[in-house]
């Protein structure tokens, strides 16, 4: 092929792309098994952010300050207070 | 300009080589081509990943909703679009193959290529049928023998023909240069001028035979 731009005679066909035709080409394709294979996404609600909330009463500063330490203990928020209650239960 | 469509449920065919040969080919004809890589494996990013030929721009990850509008936008004067599709029975096969102005349908000469490659050409059949309009289709045989033409490929192209299909010539041969565009980028030109790059195979005679499929794409598209 030489260097001169024959290509630029070319012209593309007109091709309608309405909704009812896509559905058509879609029932074509199905029929043959050409299916919507678009991957699916995970199901379920997303996890939600982390708040290091306790309790809606809890004041912030005490629920930040049990977070920081069950951080710093290794242990779950829920485990750090397990063990409160073991010590609270003991004195009583 | 045309919106060329290489498509085939099965992977492996050649369809990534046959965009990267088509997309290389017209540039240098100094068109200004589009080329759509909508497969997961990404070939042809990758292609571009180390460098676009001039008058090429590629867009990539374009799914079963943005196939259409996408094809449509890109679509315009002097401009070619080519779509390189996934190797799978999928809606977004059937949806690129109704803006197609030409389907290239890839098959290496072996029975389970045919057998495959013959959904894609059913349902670019069945689109018009629906449609009401043509879509003109081809076979384009890949990697074939450089030496001899085998008794399978000799087979399956009669075939073919006998089955009203058009077939194109030549056939894409099995070139080293073709595989190893995707590690180098740019075109077989680049590739033949640049003796950093290490083919191991004959470049010149891998650019004849694309520059001969080319123009046979061409008149088709005429």
Redesign the interface.
């Known amino acids: 092929m030489s260097g001169s731009n024959r290509l630029a005679g070319l012209k593309a066909r007109p091709k309608d792309t309405t909704v009812e035709e896509v559905r058509r080409v879609d029932e074509v394709g199905e029929a043959r098994g050409f299916l919507d294979r678009t991957p699916r996404k995970k199901p379920g609600r997303k996890p939600s952010p982390r708040t290091h909330q306790l309790h809606p009463k809890v004041f912030p500063w005490v629920g930040e300050a049990i977070a920081a330490e069950a951080e710093r203990l290794g242990v779950t928020q829920g485990q750090l207070i397990e063990l409160m209650w073991e010590k609270y239960e003991g004195s009583h | 300009?045309?919106?060329i469509v290489m498509a085939s449920?099965k992977g492996g065919v050649g369809k990534s080589t046959c965009a990267v040969l088509l997309a290389s080919?017209?540039a240098?004809?100094?068109?200004d081509v589009t080329v759509l890589d909508c497969d997961p494996n990404k070939s042809l990013t990758r292609w571009a990943s180390h460098g676009l030929p001039a008058g090429v721009t590629l867009k990539s990850e374009i799914?079963?909703?943005e196939i259409?509008p996408t094809i449509?936008s890109a679509?315009g004067d002097?401009k070619?679009v080519i779509v390189d599709l996934e190797g799978?029975?999928?809606?977004?096969?059937?949806?690129a193959?109704?803006?197609a102005?030409l389907v290239i349908v890839p098959m290496q000469p072996t029975a389970l290529d045919a057998e495959i490659g013959s959904?894609a050409l059913?349902?670019v059949r069945?689109?018009e049928?629906?449609?009401g309009?043509s879509i003109r289709h081809a076979v384009v045989l890949t990697k074939t023998s450089a030496a001899v033409k085998s008794r399978v490929q000799k087979e399956l192209e009669e075939q073919l023909r006998g089955a009203g299909i058009d077939v194109i010539e030549p056939s894409l041969v099995a070139r080293a240069a073709f595989s190893e565009l995707f590690a180098y980028g740019g075109d077989l030109t680049a590739m033949m001028n640049d003796p950093e790059m290490m083919t191991g195979g004959k470049v010149d005679k891998a650019l004849i035979n694309a520059?001969a499929f080319?123009?046979a794409v061409?008149e088709r598209?005429?």
Do not use: C, N, T
Request: aromatic share 4%.
């Open positions: 300009m045309p919106v449920p080919e017209f240098r004809m100094r068109a799914g079963r909703s259409v449509r679509d002097g070619i799978v029975a999928s809606q977004l096969v059937s949806r193959i109704s803006q102005d959904e059913a349902l069945e689109e049928e629906a449609l309009r520059q080319a123009e061409y598209l005429k």
